[in-house]
């Protein structure tokens, strides 16, 4: 299992509402990113963080914002929710923004399931 | 824009038999190729990578090939087990001082058949 823990594990909102989901990062990892997977699909980029910094965005509305704090953790926040926007959230950290190699890749969480109704 | 398609969706198997999955980048600033691995309801998890400037990996049964200049990368897991069941997921990243950005695949259904 790795380090990295995303809580909740599980939340359902209302349409409009907005929501903040978090992640901590494995121990020595200082780049955290963020993807968001619709069921039966890949994970999409939504960006990363390193050093308290956004670091390369997707194609994701700025109603999508993040947060990394000096400990490396981060946050998801996503106002004003659609139902499209129901979905398994990954954050994966990194020991650096582009780490290589199989022991410095990025690890992912086990995902919060949102569910916006 | 940026795309990564993979190939096939369904990919079912007899154990012992290969199995290859194919992945098509756009961007040619990609220089970094992940291979994700994700069991049902569990998270992805990396198996095998190649960089840009490599053109074949392997570790154990599994290998990866890049060719750059078709834009092609291909997964490739010999001998399979019932225990290689699962999603797998290509990527690309491309990247430098400016940020980072990893583009999926849609995932290949790997089914292995004992």
């Known amino acids: 299992e790795t380090g990295v823990t995303q809580s909740p594990t599980h939340l359902i909102k209302t349409r409009g509402q907005q929501v903040t989901l978090r992640c901590s990062s494995q121990s020595g990892h200082n780049t955290v990113s963020w993807y968001q997977q619709a069921l039966g699909q890949g994970p999409q980029f939504i960006f990363q963080?390193?050093?308290?910094?956004?670091?390369g965005r997707g194609n994701f509305p700025p109603r999508f914002s993040g947060l990394q704090f000096p400990n490396y953790s981060s946050e998801l926040n996503v106002n004003a929710l659609e139902l499209d926007d129901s979905a398994l959230y990954l954050c994966?950290?990194?020991?650096?923004?582009?780490?290589?190699?199989?022991?410095?890749?990025?690890?992912f969480g086990q995902g919060t399931r949102l569910t916006v109704v | 824009g940026e795309n990564v398609e993979q190939h096939p969706s369904t990919l079912s198997v007899q154990e012992g038999d290969s199995a290859v999955i194919k992945c098509t980048y756009s961007d040619s600033a990609s220089n970094y190729f992940p291979w994700y691995k994700q069991e049902l309801g569990k998270r992805p998890q990396l198996i095998i990578d190649?960089?840009?400037?490599?053109g074949e990996k392997k570790d154990q049964r599994i290998a990866v090939t890049l060719n750059k200049t078709a834009k092609h990368f291909s997964l490739h897991i010999t001998e399979t087990q019932p225990e290689d069941s699962a999603v797998y997921f290509c990527a690309a990243r491309k990247g430098g001082s400016g940020g980072f950005k990893t583009i999926f695949g849609a995932g290949t259904r790997l089914f292995v058949k004992a």
């Open positions: 994966a950290s990194s020991r650096g923004p582009g780490a290589v190699a199989k022991n410095t890749e990025a690890f």
């Open positions: 190649i960089r840009s400037n490599v």
């Open positions: 963080y390193y050093r308290e910094e956004e670091n």
